[in-house]
């Protein structure tokens, strides 16, 4: 535990990208940044959402009012914290990362130091601890007829999968920040462990639903359990994965003669999730304190 130097109590930010489910906020984003409390209590922790427009719809649907990233660092100066935290609860050095990234260099000069937390997946123990929690919970569905498919958002590349040993998907976009090498560094652990009936594809672009099911198509599954490989389980789980459109994922499979089971739980449930979250954010603090 890092201990606080006299007249140094810095707060910490947590930043999302927002939802207006209010039961994937408490479940999922709250969980989160409550496991980054309990190791920090003698911190102020802060909330802010990326999304401008899920700000408002939450404060119209369910009347709960969150800063946007602007005005939680605004508020911050005004309140004279010398020290934040900024612990961002994306998965990948994406866009988003890297939109805040450049927010908080134009508040360097107002804050005595400003750091930024690393995203979930950036370390080889990142790739590896995120694996384990979520081979912990495609456990439950491993009945050697199931395939269990998780869904991450991607950001842009490309990803060429086949038949190969053992049910592998073999990628061509393996380069940092490419939006797909992370969800395939995750794959290759779960793979590494054991856990041959688990598959990680994306959303927008990289790993497709097609690129999934032609490697799928070489096992001798019967039934596909569906998983969002995201922190909340919101409008991208419900629609794009299982929704009743037919270019869903749930409909993909279906089409195929699939059982299909779809799994409305964001990643941000999961302990193993938080703790790197909450790592992160102390080693953030360590660069607040560094010499």
């Known amino acids: 535990m890092i201990q606080a130097r006299q007249k140094r109590s810095p707060a910490i930010l947590a930043v999302s990208f927002g939802t207006t489910n209010g039961d994937s906020l408490r479940t999922e984003i709250e969980a989160v940044e409550q496991a980054v409390a309990r190791r920090f209590p003698e911190y102020e922790l802060r909330r802010a959402f990326a999304s401008q427009a899920l700000i408002e719809q939450l404060k119209k649907t369910n009347n709960l009012q969150v800063d946007s990233i602007r005005e939680a660092l605004e508020k911050a100066v005004e309140d004279r914290i010398a020290l934040l935290a900024v612990q961002p609860t994306y998965f990948v050095n994406g866009y988003e990362y890297e939109a805040l990234e450049k927010m908080i260099r134009e508040y360097e000069d107002r804050f ?8 979930l997946l950036k370390s080889e123990e990142d790739y590896k601890a995120a694996a384990e929690a979520v081979a912990e919970k495609a456990s439950a569905y491993d009945d050697g007829r199931t395939a269990v498919c998780f869904m991450g958002h991607g950001v842009r590349g490309r990803a060429d999968s086949h038949c190969g040993g053992r049910g592998t998907i073999k990628s061509a976009a393996v380069h940092s920040g490419d939006g797909v090498s992370e969800y ?6 779960l793979r590494k462990a054991g856990y041959t009936n688990c598959y990680i594809g994306t959303m927008q672009s990289g790993l497709s639903v097609e690129d999934l ?7 001798e599954y019967r039934r596909i359990v569906l998983i969002p490989f995201m922190l909340t389980a919101g409008r991208h789980a419900r629609r794009e994965m299982a929704g009743s459109q037919e270019d869903s994922w749930k409909s993909v499979f279906e089409r195929e003669g699939y059982e299909v089971l779809c799994v409305i739980e964001g ?4 302990r193993g999730i938080q703790q790197i979250y909450a790592a992160h954010t102390e080693a953030a603090l360590h660069k ?4």
């Open 112 to 119: 005595e130091r400003i750091v930024i937390g690393e995203p």
């Open 184 to 189: 395939v560094k995750v794959q290759q652990k």
């Open 213 to 219: 099911l032609k490697t799928i198509r070489c096992r």
């Open 288 to 291: 607040i304190f560094k010499e």
């Open 267 to 270: 990643l941000g449930r999961l």
